[in-house]
């Protein structure tokens, strides 16, 4: 089955900085990657996500970049602030049969004023 | 904006005892998951639905787990006998097509004493 590491499993950074997280996955068959934002106690929230016929998409702050020969995809957020402070996990799947996620470990990330 | 809902929030348990948690989707979602989230961990799918009809139960410890999507909308599941290690965050998500864009409830956290 489908294995994802992420890395960092923390992350601090100051406001205005940016903040990368970078996931690999194992099953070359995968070809949907999002990102989720877990704020403390919140549900996880879906911020972007991208599929494997593109290799980068943005929005706003926001971009994720899958390399699919490396099979890895990295979250990157620009002009960080106070508010961005989460857990953000990353997750693959969609290649097999019903399209299964598999969500890495969670980065926690801290901006600080 | 339409928003997965689940009851009970918060559920304390003693070990042995029967618990269930209810999940109704985004109206219109076909596709139903219910996953556990272990407290540092990223969600782990238990089980997934098609409609009424289970697709991927590979995870779920059918001993003492069930579910069920009695009529293709709102969903059960159950632990009987609950364990120490059940203690856990249970997240319901849903979506249009699978496996893309699975919107989450706001989970039911579980402690089993």
């Known amino acids: 089955g489908e294995n994802v590491e992420q890395h960092p499993s923390t992350l601090s950074v100051q406001e205005g900085d940016s903040a990368v997280i970078k996931c690999t996955y194992s099953d070359s068959a995968s070809n949907y990657f999002p990102w989720y934002k877990q704020e403390l106690g919140k549900r996880p929230q879906l911020i972007i996500d991208i599929r494997s016929n593109v290799g980068e998409k943005k929005d706003q702050r926001i971009a994720v970049t899958l390399n699919k020969t490396a099979k890895h995809f990295s979250l990157h957020i620009t002009e960080t602030q106070p508010e961005d402070s989460a857990v953000y996990f990353c997750?693959?799947?969609?290649?097999?049969?019903?399209?299964?996620?598999?969500f890495g470990q969670g980065t926690i990330l801290t901006v600080h004023p | 904006e339409a928003e997965v809902a689940q009851s009970p929030r918060y559920k304390i348990t003693e070990k042995s005892q029967a618990v269930a948690f209810w999940c109704d989707p985004i109206?219109?979602?076909?596709?139903l998951y219910w996953y556990r989230q272990i407290l540092g961990q990223g969600p782990e799918l238990l089980v997934q639905f098609q409609d009424e009809s289970v697709v991927d139960d590979s995870q779920l410890p059918k001993d003492r787990f069930s579910a069920e999507r009695l009529k293709g909308v709102d969903s059960t599941l159950k632990i009987q006998p609950a364990e120490l290690g059940d203690s856990a965050m249970y997240l319901c998500?849903?979506?249009?097509?699978?496996?893309?864009?699975?919107?989450f409830g706001p989970g039911t956290r579980l402690t089993v004493t």
């Open positions: 109206s219109g979602h076909a596709t």
């Open positions: 998500a849903s979506s249009l097509t699978r496996p893309y864009e699975q919107y």
């Open positions: 997750a693959a799947g969609g290649g097999t049969s019903y399209g299964k996620l598999t």
